[in-house]
């Protein structure tokens, strides 16, 4: 699977953004699709995901501003970023995490990025 993050920019602190996540193959049957996102000098780090029967799981500094969803008809996953902080300002990236039966292996993909900037 190939995916493709859209979305990023440029904002004020308090705008809001919706990142994309287009999948090259079908998300229905994917185990797990997220976001991460990694700021100048950080580690990547989760900051929502899907897991099995599409519960959300969302770091605790997005809390109340993100919203995770997806769309299996279009094979992309979203997330909706509102009130925006400085601290928000990272490159953000798309995760897709797959069981394989067969092979006894977790499959693990991961977009290009897209670069988010809030100013102050």
């Known amino acids: 699977v190939q995916l493709m993050e859209s979305g990023g920019g440029w904002v004020q602190a308090g705008g809001s953004l919706r990142l994309s996540c287009s999948a090259s193959g079908s998300i229905a049957s994917i185990d797990a699709m997220g976001w991460y996102r990694q700021g100048p000098e950080n580690e990547r780090e989760l900051v929502a995901r899907?897991?099995?029967?599409?519960?959300?799981d969302y770091a605790d500094f997005v809390k109340g501003r993100f919203t995770i969803s997806r769309d299996n008809a279009k094979n992309t996953v979203y997330l909706q970023m509102n009130n925006l902080k400085p601290e928000d300002t990272a490159d953000y990236y798309c995760?897709?995490?797959?069981?394989?039966?067969?092979?006894?292996?977790?499959?693990?993909?991961w977009g290009q990025g897209t670069q988010v900037t809030v100013s102050s």
């Open positions: 995760n897709a995490r797959d069981w394989s039966d067969a092979d006894d292996y977790e499959y693990e993909f």
């Open positions: 899907l897991v099995g029967d599409n519960t959300a």
